[in-house]
């Protein structure tokens, strides 16, 4: 009957019989447990010969003999001849060092599990009856499915002694575009502060007992300053709790990560950030437009619509072979689209306005710089909106031109 154990291998010798390919890979992840490894091999891979010329590994190029196991903590043998594996295996068992038969798994006195990690969890399969790797591995990659979707709970039971802070890019909406690691930290938090923004549907996965706080800003509505929300994300780490900061399109991307960052640091609280989609390229793309486009742009200027175009974005905007993207752009949009004019971008230059992308009620509004305030009026244009400038908004490039229409051109 089989018994699934973990072994603490670090710093323990572990000897490996053989030095082909599977016991290369074997030694990877042996090494990765942090074991020393003794190779006993008359020839070995290429790779394996690297590691023991740079002193990683120790490499007997010799036939095995028993006395090989007489200091080892653990056994692997996979030498090709089910002959010699079985001398290893009941050289292993005279010595009570448990022994890996890579050739028949069977025949061994211990298994190496199909394994995946997940932050600190480690999960293994073996199969009890008979060696069966391909199922092992089978129920292995469902277990990390659900890991990675935030289908399986991960929290700790017992609160660690430090707590720590995710700053998650949640991309533009849609929980599909979240990331592997995203979801994740999220499977495992105590606590989301979280925006109006992005992927909010994936909270109702969230447990009751998870702290969910709403610190969403809204158009000249900010009911939780930047301040309070360091405050918060540096008070629950303090208390151990794991922290997950789920933010809209990518946290360095006008998401003021880098404050958090800061703050988090500055009280000694473990941070770490996760890239999400940006906004910038996702909602774009979402209405047919690239950003880049070979022989149309080949520049990508993104800027706070909010605020004053600044001597680089003017250039931008003068220049056929570049794009800008705005976000936060709608209510400064007049402000903007008058400082372009006035430095001479052309009053012909395409634009195109997203609203609501990547949800059901996205629209596209195609205009120029000359009708882009009429027209954005016209249409009643409000955040959250993307707004694009450059040859890429031509509603042609890419999408036919009925479709174009259907779109509302101004």
């Not at 089989?2 to 030694?27: F, K, M, S």
């Not at 990331?179 to 499977?187: D, E, I, K, N, S």
């Not at 702290?211 to 780490?237: C, F, M, S, T, Y």
Request: charged fraction near 20%; charge should be neutral.
């Amino acid at each position: 009957m089989i018994a699934l154990a973990g072994l603490d291998l670090t710093d323990r010798l572990v000897v490996c019989v053989g030095g082909g390919r599977v016991a290369e890979r074997r030694i990877a992840r042996l090494r990765a447990s942090g074991a020393r490894i003794r190779v006993v091999a008359p020839e070995v891979t290429d790779g394996l010969a690297a590691l023991a010329a740079a002193g990683t590994i120790d490499w007997a190029a010799r036939p095995f003999t028993a006395s090989d196991l007489d200091d080892a903590w653990f056994c692997h043998t996979a030498t090709g001849s089910a002959t010699v594996d079985a001398l290893v295996v009941d050289a292993a068992e005279a010595r009570r060092v448990w022994c890996v038969n890579a050739g028949h798994g069977g025949k061994g006195t211990a298994r190496l599990a199909a394994e995946t990690t997940s932050d600190d969890v480690l999960v293994g399969v073996v199969s009890t009856a008979g060696a069966d790797p391909r199922r092992s591995v089978a129920v292995r990659d469902a277990i990390a499915d659900g890991l990675a979707a935030g289908r399986l709970p991960l929290r700790r039971r017992r609160r660690p002694l430090v707590g720590s802070v995710a700053l998650v890019g949640g991309g533009p909406g849609p929980v599909d575009l979240l990331t592997v690691r995203g979801r994740a930290l999220l499977a495992a938090a105590d606590v989301v502060v979280h925006d109006r923004l992005g992927p909010t549907g994936v909270l109702a996965e969230l447990g009751d007992d998870v702290e969910l706080v709403d610190v969403g800003k809204r158009p000249h509505h900010h009911p939780v300053p930047q301040d309070e929300i360091n405050a918060i994300l540096v008070d629950r780490a303090s208390r151990g709790l794991r922290v997950v900061r789920l933010k809209g399109g990518d946290p360095f991307v006008y998401g003021r990560g880098g404050e958090e960052v800061i703050a988090c640091r500055a009280a000694g609280v473990p941070v770490e950030v996760v890239p999400g989609i940006s906004s910038a390229i996702a909602v774009p793309e979402s209405a047919g437009i690239p950003v880049t486009h070979r022989g149309v742009a080949g520049t990508l200027h993104v800027v706070n619509g909010q605020e004053s175009p600044s001597p680089a974005t003017l250039a931008a905007l003068r220049d056929d072979t570049a794009t800008v993207v705005a976000l936060m752009g709608v209510s400064g949009l007049a402000r903007f689209v008058d400082a372009a004019r006035a430095a001479g971008a052309p009053a012909d230059r395409p634009v195109a306005f997203i609203e609501n992308g990547h949800t059901p009620q996205q629209r596209t509004i195609r205009s120029t710089m000359e009708r882009a305030v009429p027209d954005a009026t016209a249409h009643g244009l409000r955040n959250p909106a993307v707004l694009v400038f450059g040859e890429v908004a031509r509603a042609e490039l890419l999408l036919p031109a009925v479709v174009a229409q259907g779109e509302g051109v101004g």
